[in-house]
């Protein structure tokens, strides 16, 4: 078999196998690109009062406790804690994907919305259906997508290395 009729073989093959992984990644890594100008997909970052930063982590568990739509009961619940002291807030993402965002000078309740970057990253990596199909998947699909680079490549130099 030559060359460019086998390369042409995995080129086609390899397109079909991997179209719906791309597919999925294509998409959820476009609306990872937005994800700051869209408050859809994740929540703009708030302003505190500007005050001293006084509040301690067991009133910053407190204040979660009391947003129902967090579902947060114990530090269990909770995910991260994404501290801004630049901003002088703090924002609490608990596992229910809600994030709720803090002043550090007050205590007040700045922001309280549902984040989806987080579901979309995890759709895009591939964790979000399984945690092997990362490896078993997303991966092999990445080695098949730079064969495809490479005989892409190839195939488009082809009638130009010919009329060398």
């Given at each position: 078999m030559r060359v460019s009729?086998?390369?042409?073989k995995i080129?086609?093959?390899g397109?079909?196998?991997t179209?719906?992984?791309?597919l999925?990644?294509?998409?959820?890594g476009m609306?990872?690109?937005?994800?700051?100008e869209t408050n859809w997909?994740q929540p703009p970052?708030c302003?505190?009062s500007?005050g001293p930063?006084v509040i301690?982590?067991d009133r910053?568990?407190e204040i979660?406790?009391?947003?129902?739509?967090?579902?947060?009961?114990?530090?269990?619940?909770?995910?991260?804690?994404?501290?801004?002291?630049g901003?002088g807030?703090?924002?609490?993402r608990?596992?229910?994907?809600?994030?709720i965002?803090i002043?550090?000078?007050t205590?007040?309740?700045?922001?309280?919305?549902y984040?989806r970057?987080d579901?979309?990253?995890?759709?895009h990596?591939?964790?979000f259906?399984?945690?092997?199909v990362?490896?078993w998947v997303f991966?092999?699909?990445?080695?098949?997508?730079l064969?495809?680079?490479?005989?892409?490549?190839?195939l488009?130099?082809?009638?130009?290395?010919?009329?060398?």
């Open positions: 009729t086998l390369n042409r080129h086609r093959w397109a079909i196998l179209a719906l992984p791309v999925i990644i294509v998409l959820s609306l990872l690109q937005l994800k700051k997909i970052t302003k505190s500007g930063l301690g982590f910053i568990l979660a406790s009391g947003i129902p739509e967090a579902d947060v009961s114990s530090w269990d619940d909770i995910d991260r804690l994404d501290m801004r002291p901003r807030i703090v924002k609490v608990p596992r229910s994907r809600w994030e965002q002043d550090m000078a205590g007040e309740v700045l922001q309280v919305a984040r970057s579901i979309i990253e995890s759709i990596d591939g964790t259906f399984h945690s092997a990362k490896l991966l092999p699909v990445a080695v098949v997508i064969a495809l680079w490479c005989t892409g490549i190839y488009f130099l082809l009638p130009h290395l010919r009329r060398r």
